[in-house]
């Protein structure tokens, strides 16, 4: 209903608009007449004296009259002047409805992005709540032999720290728009990555992941920002990846940057997305459809986090299919 209201005030701002346009032009338009008109009568006017006075002999000497071309070039410079002035004016209002377009767009995507984001949420909650709920249930009402109970055990742990991880994501997405303070010192890459490789292995069948890097790798960076940078872009590897899902990880440097590179066999990223992902509850395609989990946070906390370092991040294809993601932190 708002989307419905903000589209008419679109339209009648637009006609509006184009109002003033053709207004604009009917009274350059005029302006211009009359300017000539102006120009017409003193030329007559100072014809007449002349004649009377005898001082013009005939008509090429009265055109080439000082007189007569200083009042020319006048009249010449009045029409030029109505004529930019037009034109910067009939600019600004173009400009006026590019303006309102790109912030109708903006409303628009913002309101999908808000929609998507409550039923995105509201599925992430209700999931694991439900889940967890169920096995209580069960838990109460019949008694099980210990095989099970530690089969129902293990579901509901991993649901609560999926429950976690999800409220986490949002406590830190709120705390990178306000209070978020990074602590950098040197952190060593390889042990890092390596136990973030040994719980998402724990959790997660049919993944494989290399770390194609030295040992001895040092980085300087804040160490939870760090993991919570390479827990969001390989979760979202595999989150979209196919049934063998396989990531490479690896290191390389300049003078300015430790590079790190993350690329997966996915389903790849379109490139009119590429520069999307980043946003605040950006998610690829319709919630309504979309199989996949998510928030559309992680890649946002990714991108701010990087930036909180002063560093970037960029995305590509990989070959044959999937993604790169490329990390550069500062030295």
């Not at 042990?191 to 973030?196: A, E, K, N």
């Not at 990880?249 to 997966?264: C, G, R, T, V």
């Amino acid at each position: 209903m708002k989307i419905d209201t903000n589209n008419k005030l679109r339209f009648l701002s637009y006609a509006i608009i184009l109002y003033m346009l053709i207004a604009l032009i009917w009274w350059s338009y005029l302006l211009i007449i009359k300017n000539k008109d102006a120009y017409n009568a003193k030329i007559d006017l100072i014809k007449i004296t002349k004649l009377l006075d005898q001082s013009v002999i005939d008509e090429k000497e009265f055109i080439n009259d000082i007189d007569i071309l200083s009042l020319k070039k006048k009249y010449k410079s009045q029409e030029k002047m109505i004529m930019g002035e037009a034109i910067v004016l009939a600019i600004t209002l173009l400009i006026g409805i590019w303006f309102i377009n790109r912030a109708y767009r903006k409303q628009v995507e913002t309101a999908r992005q808000s929609r998507n984001f409550l039923l995105s949420i509201t599925h992430e909650l209700k999931s694991p709540i439900s889940s967890i709920k169920l096995i209580l249930q069960t838990f109460s009402k019949r008694k099980l032999e210990q095989e099970k109970i530690h089969h129902f055990s293990d579901n509901a742990i991993k649901e609560t720290e999926r429950l976690e991880d999800l409220v986490n994501n949002l406590l830190l997405a709120a705390k990178l728009e306000n209070t978020f303070d990074i602590h950098l010192e040197e952190v060593e890459l390889f042990p890092l990555l390596d136990g973030i490789k040994e719980n998402i292995l724990s959790k997660n069948k049919n993944v494989t992941i290399h770390l194609n890097l030295n040992e001895n790798i040092l980085v300087l960076g804040d160490k939870m920002g760090l993991i919570s940078i390479f827990i969001n872009i390989i979760e979202n590897a595999i989150k979209y990846s196919y049934e063998k899902k396989i990531i490479h990880i690896e290191h390389k440097e300049n003078q300015n940057y430790d590079i790190i590179s993350i690329a997966d066999n996915g389903i790849g990223i379109p490139n009119l997305e590429k520069n999307n992902i980043f946003s605040k509850f950006y998610r690829i395609g319709n919630e309504d459809t979309r199989k996949t989990k998510g928030t559309g946070l992680g890649l946002y906390i990714v991108n701010q986090i990087i930036e909180s370092h002063k560093g970037k991040i960029t995305v590509e294809n990989n070959q044959p299919q999937g993604s790169i993601f490329t990390i550069f932190l500062p030295k």
